[in-house]
Protein backbone atom coordinates (compact mmCIF):
# COMPACT_ATOMS: atom_id res chain seq x y z
CA UNK A 1 0.00 0.00 0.00
CA UNK A 2 1.30 3.55 -0.69
CA UNK A 3 0.73 5.95 1.80
CA UNK A 4 1.37 9.52 0.84
CA UNK A 5 3.93 10.33 2.94
CA UNK A 6 5.81 7.35 0.73
CA UNK A 7 4.79 8.96 -2.38
CA UNK A 8 6.09 12.54 -1.33
CA UNK A 9 9.35 10.59 -0.22
CA UNK A 10 9.61 8.92 -3.63
CA UNK A 11 8.19 12.55 -5.33
CA UNK A 12 11.46 14.17 -3.76
CA UNK A 13 14.21 11.90 -4.55
CA UNK A 14 13.35 11.97 -8.21
CA UNK A 15 14.35 15.49 -8.64
CA UNK A 16 16.96 14.88 -6.24
CA UNK A 17 18.51 12.21 -9.33
CA UNK A 18 17.92 14.40 -11.73
CA UNK A 19 19.19 17.03 -10.21
CA UNK A 20 22.71 14.46 -9.54
CA UNK A 21 22.99 13.39 -13.13
CA UNK A 22 22.82 17.17 -14.06
CA UNK A 23 25.47 17.66 -12.10
CA UNK A 24 27.34 15.14 -12.90
CA UNK A 25 27.18 16.04 -16.81
CA UNK A 26 28.61 19.36 -15.75
CA UNK A 27 31.48 18.17 -14.59
CA UNK A 28 31.98 15.62 -17.18
CA UNK A 29 31.64 18.84 -20.05
CA UNK A 30 33.68 21.07 -17.73
CA UNK A 31 36.66 18.78 -17.59
CA UNK A 32 36.57 17.91 -21.08
CA UNK A 33 37.37 21.54 -21.95
CA UNK A 34 39.82 21.95 -19.02
CA UNK A 35 41.87 18.66 -20.56
CA UNK A 36 41.67 20.13 -23.88
CA UNK A 37 42.98 23.26 -22.73
CA UNK A 38 45.76 22.38 -20.30
CA UNK A 39 46.53 18.49 -21.22
CA UNK A 40 46.13 16.04 -17.96
CA UNK A 41 49.14 16.64 -16.29
CA UNK A 42 48.13 20.86 -16.40
CA UNK A 43 44.58 20.60 -15.39
CA UNK A 44 43.40 20.79 -11.80
CA UNK A 45 40.29 19.60 -9.96
CA UNK A 46 39.90 23.05 -8.46
CA UNK A 47 39.53 24.11 -12.04
CA UNK A 48 37.28 21.82 -13.14
CA UNK A 49 35.12 22.10 -10.18
CA UNK A 50 35.62 26.20 -10.70
CA UNK A 51 34.24 25.93 -14.36
CA UNK A 52 31.36 23.55 -13.85
CA UNK A 53 30.12 25.89 -10.70
CA UNK A 54 30.19 22.88 -8.57
CA UNK A 55 31.87 22.11 -5.09
CA UNK A 56 35.41 20.25 -5.36
CA UNK A 57 34.42 17.49 -3.14
CA UNK A 58 31.44 16.71 -5.93
CA UNK A 59 34.15 15.64 -8.23
CA UNK A 60 35.55 12.97 -5.99
CA UNK A 61 31.67 11.79 -5.20
CA UNK A 62 30.65 11.29 -8.68
CA UNK A 63 34.33 10.18 -10.22
CA UNK A 64 36.59 8.84 -7.75
CA UNK A 65 39.95 10.96 -8.87
CA UNK A 66 41.27 13.23 -11.39
CA UNK A 67 42.16 10.08 -13.14
CA UNK A 68 39.00 8.35 -13.20
CA UNK A 69 37.17 11.80 -14.15
CA UNK A 70 39.64 11.84 -17.07
CA UNK A 71 38.68 8.16 -17.70
CA UNK A 72 35.21 9.11 -18.08
CA UNK A 73 35.69 12.15 -20.19
CA UNK A 74 38.04 11.80 -22.94
CA UNK A 75 38.86 7.85 -23.60
CA UNK A 76 35.59 7.04 -24.39
CA UNK A 77 35.67 9.99 -27.30
CA UNK A 78 39.32 8.38 -28.96
CA UNK A 79 37.05 6.15 -31.37
CA UNK A 80 37.04 6.10 -35.14
CA UNK A 81 33.20 4.76 -34.95
CA UNK A 82 31.54 7.18 -36.52
CA UNK A 83 33.59 6.74 -39.76
CA UNK A 84 33.33 2.95 -39.37
CA UNK A 85 29.71 2.33 -39.89
CA UNK A 86 29.84 3.02 -44.05
CA UNK A 87 31.36 1.18 -46.25
CA UNK A 88 35.34 1.63 -46.61
CA UNK A 89 34.90 2.42 -50.48
CA UNK A 90 34.84 5.98 -49.89
CA UNK A 91 36.56 5.68 -46.16
CA UNK A 92 39.80 7.86 -46.99
CA UNK A 93 37.67 10.84 -48.71
CA UNK A 94 35.55 10.84 -45.50
CA UNK A 95 38.16 11.02 -43.13
CA UNK A 96 40.70 13.50 -45.17
CA UNK A 97 37.34 16.01 -45.47
CA UNK A 98 36.89 15.71 -41.70
CA UNK A 99 40.57 16.05 -40.60
CA UNK A 100 41.80 18.67 -42.88
CA UNK A 101 39.58 21.70 -41.69
CA UNK A 102 40.23 25.13 -41.06
CA UNK A 103 37.14 26.15 -38.74
CA UNK A 104 38.34 27.11 -35.10
CA UNK A 105 38.83 24.32 -33.04
CA UNK A 106 35.79 22.57 -30.76
CA UNK A 107 36.13 22.77 -26.80
CA UNK A 108 36.64 19.37 -26.80
CA UNK A 109 38.94 17.76 -29.15
CA UNK A 110 40.07 14.12 -28.16
CA UNK A 111 42.76 13.95 -29.92
CA UNK A 112 44.36 17.32 -28.79
CA UNK A 113 43.45 16.22 -25.44
CA UNK A 114 45.75 13.02 -26.28
CA UNK A 115 48.46 15.06 -27.91
CA UNK A 116 48.83 17.22 -24.51
CA UNK A 117 48.33 14.11 -21.85
CA UNK A 118 50.54 11.32 -23.83
CA UNK A 119 53.78 12.07 -21.69
CA UNK A 120 51.78 11.92 -18.52
CA UNK A 121 52.80 8.66 -16.35
CA UNK A 122 49.36 8.07 -15.05
CA UNK A 123 47.04 9.27 -18.40
CA UNK A 124 49.77 8.06 -20.49
CA UNK A 125 49.01 4.23 -20.94
CA UNK A 126 45.27 4.56 -20.33
CA UNK A 127 45.53 6.62 -23.79
CA UNK A 128 47.70 4.68 -25.41
CA UNK A 129 45.26 1.28 -24.59
CA UNK A 130 42.06 3.32 -25.42
CA UNK A 131 43.56 3.92 -29.12
CA UNK A 132 44.54 0.61 -29.70
CA UNK A 133 41.35 -0.83 -28.51
CA UNK A 134 38.78 1.62 -29.45
CA UNK A 135 40.55 2.96 -32.86
CA UNK A 136 43.28 1.09 -34.52
CA UNK A 137 41.71 -2.92 -33.69
CA UNK A 138 38.43 -1.78 -35.23
CA UNK A 139 39.57 0.07 -38.02
CA UNK A 140 41.74 -3.08 -38.74
CA UNK A 141 39.12 -5.30 -38.15
CA UNK A 142 36.65 -3.20 -40.89
CA UNK A 143 39.99 -2.77 -43.45
CA UNK A 144 40.52 -6.47 -43.46
CA UNK A 145 43.31 -8.44 -45.21
CA UNK A 146 47.26 -9.91 -43.61
CA UNK A 147 48.59 -6.24 -43.18
CA UNK A 148 45.39 -4.73 -41.79
CA UNK A 149 46.90 -3.09 -38.84
CA UNK A 150 50.05 -2.25 -40.16
CA UNK A 151 47.19 -0.30 -42.49
CA UNK A 152 44.94 0.89 -39.43
CA UNK A 153 48.26 2.24 -37.77
CA UNK A 154 48.95 4.50 -39.96
CA UNK A 155 45.72 6.16 -41.12
CA UNK A 156 45.94 6.63 -37.36
CA UNK A 157 48.99 8.27 -37.01
CA UNK A 158 48.62 10.55 -39.87
CA UNK A 159 45.44 11.72 -38.16
CA UNK A 160 47.01 12.23 -35.50
CA UNK A 161 49.76 14.49 -37.22
CA UNK A 162 47.25 16.44 -38.96
CA UNK A 163 45.51 17.28 -34.92
CA UNK A 164 48.76 18.49 -33.82
CA UNK A 165 49.86 20.68 -37.07
CA UNK A 166 46.47 22.16 -37.77
CA UNK A 167 44.81 22.33 -34.35
CA UNK A 168 47.63 22.22 -31.93
CA UNK A 169 50.32 24.28 -33.78
CA UNK A 170 47.11 26.13 -35.22
CA UNK A 171 48.72 26.03 -38.69
CA UNK A 172 46.36 25.73 -41.06
CA UNK A 173 46.83 25.74 -44.57
CA UNK A 174 47.83 29.06 -46.10
CA UNK A 175 45.15 29.23 -49.06
CA UNK A 176 41.90 27.31 -50.12
CA UNK A 177 43.74 25.83 -52.89
CA UNK A 178 46.08 24.83 -50.71
CA UNK A 179 43.90 22.90 -48.19
CA UNK A 180 41.71 21.24 -51.02
CA UNK A 181 45.86 19.98 -52.52
CA UNK A 182 46.25 18.36 -49.17
CA UNK A 183 42.67 17.16 -48.89
CA UNK A 184 42.86 15.68 -52.51
CA UNK A 185 46.47 14.00 -51.48
CA UNK A 186 45.36 12.95 -48.18
CA UNK A 187 42.53 10.95 -50.00
CA UNK A 188 44.51 8.98 -52.14
CA UNK A 189 47.02 8.04 -49.38
CA UNK A 190 44.26 7.02 -47.27
CA UNK A 191 42.22 5.40 -50.11
CA UNK A 192 45.70 3.09 -51.00
CA UNK A 193 45.97 2.15 -47.17
CA UNK A 194 41.83 1.14 -47.05
CA UNK A 195 42.51 -1.51 -50.11
CA UNK A 196 43.44 -4.69 -49.48
CA UNK A 197 46.93 -5.43 -51.63
CA UNK A 198 49.26 -8.39 -50.36
CA UNK A 199 52.73 -6.72 -49.57
CA UNK A 200 55.53 -8.80 -51.38
CA UNK A 201 58.08 -10.72 -49.25
CA UNK A 202 61.35 -9.68 -48.59
CA UNK A 203 62.73 -12.83 -50.49
CA UNK A 204 60.58 -11.99 -53.59
CA UNK A 205 61.53 -7.99 -53.99
CA UNK A 206 64.88 -9.50 -53.43
CA UNK A 207 64.49 -11.18 -56.89
Keep these: MITKRSQAVNET ?19 QEVFHDKGYEGATTREIADRAGVNLALIKRYYGSKLGLFERAVLPFLTLEAFLDKPVD ?4 RL ?17 VLLKSISSPDAGPLLVEAVE ?10 LGG ?5 RAILIATQ ?23 IRVRLSAYF ?17
Design 191 to 207: RELTQDGSIPSEDKRAR
Design 13 to 31: KAPRRRDAAATAERILRAA
Design 133 to 142: RQAVTPLAEV
Design 90 to 93: DLGE
Design 159 to 181: IAGLILRFRAMRQSPRSEAERQA
Design 96 to 112: ADHYVRTEPMDRFDPIL
Design 146 to 150: EDASA
